[in-house]
């Protein structure tokens, strides 16, 4: 059975960093696409960054600039680095990771306090 296990979530002050990272166990196969989502409190889940298998990179514009996804195929991990992080940076994280089908971590709280 495949789990995604996200770490690296907390609270910072606004203008810090925080590095998230999630990694794939069990038999996956076949990755495609890695990338992250956030939810806001009170608002939709949105996409935040995605990264192809190749090392395309797609980046929401709020966030272009300031976060960097990168991912290591043979630990089957993919990572957020976000700096100059804003209030408006508050959310649940998620990562997804995309084979034949969609699997998604369980979300890690990021707080940026201002």
């Known amino acids: 059975q495949v789990q995604l296990v996200e770490s690296g979530g907390g609270l910072v002050q606004a203008g810090g960093s925080l590095r998230l990272s999630c990694a794939a166990s069990?038999?996956?196969?076949?990755?495609?696409?890695m990338g992250w989502y956030r939810q806001p409190p009170g608002k939709q889940r949105e996409l935040v960054a995605v990264?192809?298998?190749?090392?395309?990179?797609n980046y929401a514009d709020s966030v272009k600039g300031r976060f960097t996804i990168s991912r290591d195929n043979a630990k089957n991990t993919v990572y957020l680095q976000m700096n100059s992080l804003k209030p408006e940076d508050t959310a649940v994280y998620y990562c997804?990771?995309?084979?034949?089908?969609?699997?998604w971590g369980q979300g890690t709280q990021v707080t940026v306090s201002s």
């Open positions: 997804l990771i995309t084979t034949w089908r969609d699997y």
């Open positions: 990264i192809t298998r190749t090392g395309s990179t």
């Open positions: 069990g038999s996956i196969f076949g990755i495609k696409g």
